[in-house]
């Protein structure tokens, strides 16, 4: 069974670009998260979709970042435009449903300068 | 709100000894506990999990965890390390519907032949 797939792996940008990262989640998981991973921390929750529905995003700043996760399935998360405290790790994460365990995928490293 | 405190940042041990990594968790219900495994460049991995079941959790190689509520504490324990265990590990805590994991700040585990 293939995992939760994410691209790009890396992403090198100067601040006040734009960045969109790709998350392909396990079939027929029905939700998808986005988490955030500063250097030296534990990930943080950003967003969390049951299908379509961003069901929880109070910790998505958004001023600069946006999610859609069209027809239930992959996702994106764009961030418009970067700051340099943006660096970090960028991980996906899907679930059969809410109350199962969350699969991890292996994450998009994303670098500001 | 939960939370948990991993007191250690690091860990070295040399192959073929025990393994002790050590978490405090805070939560003001019953709580639900998880030890991750981050492998470089590969995504966070379910070693085991606590959900008011059993105490004491095993988990897959050959790692295990004991609920203590009196203490508030979720340690991490294996009774022999190998080389392969090498990583960082992080503990988490949820509510029992598993909607948040509140992730700690990670430990590293470094083992010397």
Known sequence: EAGVVQSPRYKIIEKKQPVAFWCNPISGHNTLYWYRQNLGQGPELLIRYENEEAVDDSQLPKDRFSAERLKGVDSTLKIQPAELGDSAVYLCASSLEVVHEQYFGPGTRLTVT | ?113
Not at chain 2, 82 to 102: I, P, R, W
Request: hydrophobic letters at 35%; aromatic letters at 12%.
């Open chain 2, 1 to 113: 709100a939960q939370s948990v405190t991993q007191l250690d940042s690091h860990v070295s041990v040399s192959e073929g000894t025990p393994v002790l990594l050590r978490c405090n968790y805070s939560s003001s219900y019953s709580p639900s506990l998880f030890w991750y495994v981050q492998h470089p460049n590969k995504g966070l991995q379910l070693l085991l999990k606590y959900t008011s079941a059993a105490t004491l959790v095993k988990g897959i190689n050959g790692f295990e965890a004991e609920f203590k509520k009196s203490e508030t504490s979720f340690h991490l324990t294996k009774p022999s390390a190998h080389m392969s265990d090498a990583a960082e590990y992080f503990c988490v805590v949820s509510n029992t519907g598993f909607q948040k994991l509140v992730f700690g700040t990670g430990t590293r585990l470094l083992v010397s032949p």
